[in-house]
């Protein structure tokens, strides 16, 4: 490495790194869905992605000083129900039950033996379960689909017995999640919600007493409706039921205690975060009387203990900005979390001396620092005097420096979701481009969550335009303080991002190129193939039928493309059921026709976000070479790594 003061000076975005594209593939091992179990509920269970073996989940345990895999080669802990899964295993002692992605039945492994199949083949997949041991069943979300057709399937909460024999306990709503059993096995909470509300709209929470047969009595409404969202209903180890409401306008705790529902800490603050996917914990309990929790202020999170008949949080320290579920045990906490020079990471801290182990981290060896860009949060004025949110990273390789009064290229990215949050834990793939010569923008547009619901709902009626305007405004705050040139703006962004910047380069004249991995580009499209837990969000995203015809009309880039003039690249996994690839085909041959630069990098075996190995290698190989040329850059040794037509 060389000095700060030798560093050599080459043109920003052409920086020879060690940060290759099979290093981003290598240290891309998702950690996710924490468990505990063991007779004393003191053993830590995870799932960790497996990119090199076609992106399989494979189940984690950590007892005492040893790490052991239970499920090896083939097995693949994962649920397709909702399409994004989550809550794929539940552990009750030695036991542990989960859903295999193959065939999407139900297993149960004991005391890691080899894992029996509990359910029986047929259309089913099950999510978000919990061990009823009065009655040796398994409850959980079951999502029933058609034998043949294209009707959408059937959700209820559901009892598995040890036979593998199904009885649905709840229906009648489109969609179910959150079963929960009290401590003593009598009464089952569980959240429900309809078309056209996602749950981070509305939400309702239900309570009903279990019968002697495990049937449920009449249940009863507790809390929400269709402006309030209710989310994690847990019981305390005294039998109250606890859960998170947005009716204060942000996700915060409260308990229901008799007839009466009692806010714990109000404050502007997120307890929860949109339920994407089953199973995310964001607080517990370490005794009756103390909750320990993470919350999200300003997009960063904190980690707290709540006690009883305390009204402020009491801080627990630790070194991460972004937790993304805990659970606690006797006398820890477990957790997920990362931070600007930590990747995500598995944590255990000891509430006796707070002392902290990391157990498992999602890149084994990080970059060393001189190549890694620490992330500035910045606010800025955007549309209609609202403020926006972001990280910047300005561009970071001590070996190198850029000529004399020359600017970085910049690459705005746009988290999916739309109802998603960019955090500042450090990832290899934003890193891969800081070291390279760009700076990136990381944008946090109205929508997103962490911010309170009223940012959140900034995008109903307004998706196309918020978002858009936020990522437009943040590339132009960037450019007013000279830290960026605007001459080589860039945005990028995977499904809902895809949408935004597809709309970004089609609406307005700021960015000079764009990179779009499985993106919307048909709002009307979306709605007809899209699968049954978001055929109906453009109702809240657009409009609903039938004022969204001309707004479809109106935003879709689809029906714009003679007003799109930049140079894009377009990535599509032909298995997609969330994006259908028809999308990406009918943008790519519009700007062909047109004489617009354009690149199709089309990936078999992938659905909705890549996994393998080799394909985030490809494609981030791909991206890059596609903005080297698009902006007449020289990378020594750069090969052709993608075909772009209209680019001689």
Same mark, same amino acid.
């Given at each position: 490495?060389?000095?700060?003061?030798?560093?050599?000076?080459a043109?920003?975005?052409?920086?020879?790194?060690?940060?290759?594209?099979?290093?981003?593939?290598?240290?891309?091992?998702?950690?996710?869905?924490?468990?505990?179990?063991?007779?004393?509920?003191?053993?830590?269970?995870?799932?960790?992605?497996?990119?090199?073996?076609?992106?399989?989940?494979?189940?984690?345990?950590?007892?005492?000083a040893?790490?052991?895999?239970l499920?090896?080669?083939?097995?693949?802990?994962?649920?397709?129900?909702?399409e994004?899964?989550?809550g794929?295993?539940?552990?009750?002692?030695?036991?542990?039950?989960?859903?295999?992605?193959?065939?999407?039945?139900?297993?149960?492994?004991?005391?890691?033996?080899?894992?029996l199949?509990?359910?029986?083949?047929?259309?089913?997949?099950?999510?978000?379960?919990?061990?009823?041991?009065?009655?040796?069943?398994?409850?959980?979300?079951? #999502? +029933?689909?058609? &034998? %043949?057709?294209? =009707?959408?399937?059937?959700? *209820?909460?559901?009892?598995?017995? @040890?036979? $593998? /024999?199904?009885?649905?306990?709840?229906?009648?709503?489109?969609?179910?999640?959150?079963?929960?059993?009290?401590?003593?096995?009598?009464?089952?909470?569980?959240?429900?919600?309809?078309?056209?509300?996602?749950?981070?709209?509305?939400? #309702? +929470?239900?309570? &009903? %007493?279990?019968? =002697?047969?495990?049937?449920? *009595?009449?249940?009863?409404?507790? @809390?929400? $409706? /269709?402006?309030?969202?209710?989310?994690q209903?847990?019981?305390?180890?005294?039998?109250l039921?606890?859960?998170v409401?947005?009716?204060?306008?942000?996700?915060?705790?409260?308990?229901?205690?008799?007839a009466?529902v009692?806010?714990?800490?109000?404050?502007? &603050? %997120?307890?929860?975060?949109?339920?994407?996917?089953?199973?995310?914990?964001?607080?517990?309990?370490?005794?009756?009387?103390?909750?320990?929790?993470?919350?999200?202020?300003?997009?960063?999170?904190?980690?707290?203990?709540?006690?009883?008949?305390?009204?402020?949080?009491?801080t627990?320290?630790?070194?991460y900005?972004?937790?993304?579920?805990?659970?606690?045990?006797?006398?820890?906490?477990?957790?997920?979390g990362?931070?600007?020079?930590?990747?995500?990471?598995?944590?255990?801290?000891?509430?006796?001396?707070?002392?902290?182990?990391?157990?498992?981290?999602?890149?084994?060896?990080?970059?060393?620092?001189?190549?890694?860009?620490v992330?500035?949060?910045?606010?800025?004025?955007?549309?209609?005097?609202?403020?926006?949110?972001?990280?910047?990273y300005?561009?970071?390789?001590?070996?190198?420096?850029?000529?004399?009064?020359?600017?970085?290229?910049?690459?705005?990215?746009?988290h999916?979701?739309?109802?998603?949050m960019?955090?500042?834990?450090l990832?290899?793939?934003?890193?891969?481009?800081?070291?390279?010569?760009?700076?990136?923008?990381?944008?946090?547009?109205?929508?997103?969550?962490?911010?309170?619901?009223?940012?959140?709902d900034?995008?109903?009626?307004?998706?196309?335009?918020?978002?858009?305007?936020?990522?437009v405004?943040?590339?132009?705050?960037?450019?007013?303080?000279?830290?960026?040139?605007?001459?080589?703006?860039?945005?990028?962004?995977?499904?809902?991002?895809?949408?935004?910047?597809?709309?970004?380069?089609?609406?307005?004249?700021?960015?000079?190129?764009?990179?779009?991995?499985?993106?919307?580009?048909?709002?009307?499209?979306?709605?007809?193939?899209?699968?049954?837990?978001?055929?109906?969000?453009?109702?809240?995203?657009?409009?609903p039928?039938?004022?969204?015809?001309?707004?479809?009309?109106?935003?879709?880039?689809?029906?714009?493309?003679?007003?799109?003039?930049?140079?894009?690249?377009?990535?599509?996994?032909?298995?997609?059921?969330?994006?259908?690839?028809?999308?990406?085909?009918?943008?790519?041959e519009?700007?062909?026709?047109?004489?617009?630069?354009?690149?199709?990098?089309?990936?078999?075996?992938?659905?909705?976000?890549?996994?393998?190995?080799?394909?985030?290698?490809?494609?981030?190989?791909?991206?890059?070479?596609f903005?080297?040329?698009?902006?007449g850059?020289?990378?020594?040794?750069?090969?052709?790594?993608?075909?772009?037509?209209?680019?001689?």
């Amino acid at each position: 490495m060389t000095s700060a003061s030798s560093s050599i000076t080459a043109p920003f975005g052409v920086w020879p790194s060690p940060i290759s594209a099979a290093l981003v593939a290598a240290g891309a091992a998702p950690l996710s869905q924490l468990a505990l179990g063991g007779a004393d509920g003191g053993d830590i269970f995870w799932l960790a992605g497996r990119a090199t073996e076609a992106g399989r989940n494979t189940l984690l345990r950590q007892r005492c000083a040893s790490v052991d895999e239970l499920t090896p080669a083939p097995w693949n802990v994962r649920s397709r129900v909702h399409e994004y899964g989550g809550g794929a295993y539940a552990v009750d002692g030695a036991t542990v039950y989960f859903s295999h992605f193959a065939d999407n039945r139900v297993y149960v492994q004991r005391d890691g033996a080899d894992p029996l199949a509990l359910t029986r083949a047929g259309t089913q997949r099950h999510a978000d379960f919990v061990v009823d041991r009065q009655r040796q069943r398994l409850i959980g979300v079951r #999502e +029933l689909h058609p &034998a %043949e057709g294209h =009707a959408h399937p059937v959700n *209820s909460i559901c009892a598995i017995a @040890a036979d $593998g /024999a199904e009885t649905v306990l709840a229906q009648g709503h489109d969609f179910f999640a959150a079963p929960r059993l009290s401590p003593d096995g009598g009464f089952l909470a569980w959240l429900s919600w309809d078309h056209p509300r996602m749950p981070w709209q509305g939400t #309702e +929470l239900w309570l &009903a %007493e279990v019968g =002697a047969d495990g049937a449920l *009595s009449t249940p009863r409404l507790i @809390a929400g $409706g /269709a402006r309030e969202s209710v989310c994690q209903p847990e019981w305390s180890p005294d039998g109250l039921l606890h859960f998170v409401s947005d009716s204060s306008g942000w996700w915060n705790l409260y308990r229901l205690r008799g007839a009466d529902v009692e806010a714990l800490c109000p404050m502007q &603050a %997120e307890f929860a975060c949109p339920h994407w996917t089953f199973g995310v914990a964001m607080y517990g309990f370490r005794s009756a009387g103390e909750i320990v929790c993470t919350y999200i202020e300003n997009g960063v999170s904190r980690l707290g203990r709540l006690r009883a008949g305390g009204a402020k949080l009491e801080t627990i320290a630790n070194p991460y900005q972004e937790i993304r579920e805990l659970r606690v045990g006797p006398g820890f906490v477990a957790l997920l979390g990362g931070g600007p020079t930590i990747p995500l990471e598995l944590a255990r801290i000891d509430f006796a001396n707070g002392e902290l182990e990391v157990l498992a981290r999602s890149i084994a060896e990080p970059p060393a620092g001189a190549y890694l860009s620490v992330p500035e949060s910045v606010v800025y004025p955007s549309s209609g005097g609202r403020q926006a949110h972001a990280f910047f990273y300005p561009p970071r390789n001590d070996d190198y420096a850029g000529g004399p009064g020359t600017k970085p290229p910049l690459i705005v990215i746009i988290h999916g979701g739309p109802t998603s949050m960019a955090s500042n834990t450090l990832k290899l793939a934003t890193q891969f481009w800081t070291s390279r010569g760009f700076g990136v923008l990381d944008v946090n547009y109205g929508g997103s969550s962490g911010f309170g619901r009223a940012y959140r709902d900034a995008l109903q009626g307004e998706w196309g335009v918020v978002d858009v305007d936020d990522c437009v405004a943040g590339a132009r705050y960037l450019v007013e303080r000279g830290l960026v040139d605007p001459e080589r703006l860039i945005i990028r962004g995977g499904s809902a991002g895809g949408y935004t910047t597809l709309c970004a380069l089609t609406f307005h004249d700021v960015f000079k190129a764009g990179a779009s991995y499985y993106g919307v580009s048909d709002l009307k499209g979306l709605d007809q193939d899209s699968h049954k837990f978001e055929s109906h969000y453009n109702a809240y995203l657009i409009a609903p039928a039938p004022r969204a015809e001309a707004l479809y009309l109106e935003r879709s880039p689809i029906h714009h493309t003679d007003r799109l003039k930049r140079p894009m690249i377009f990535f599509q996994g032909l298995d997609d059921k969330v994006v259908p690839p028809q999308q990406s085909v009918l943008m790519v041959e519009a700007l062909k026709a047109r004489g617009v630069p354009v690149a199709y990098v089309e990936i078999e075996g992938e659905g909705h976000g890549f996994r393998k190995a080799e394909n985030i290698v490809r494609t981030l190989e791909a991206e890059l070479y596609f903005y080297l040329r698009v902006f007449g850059l020289d990378a020594p040794g750069a090969a052709a790594a993608v075909r772009i037509h209209n680019l001689p």
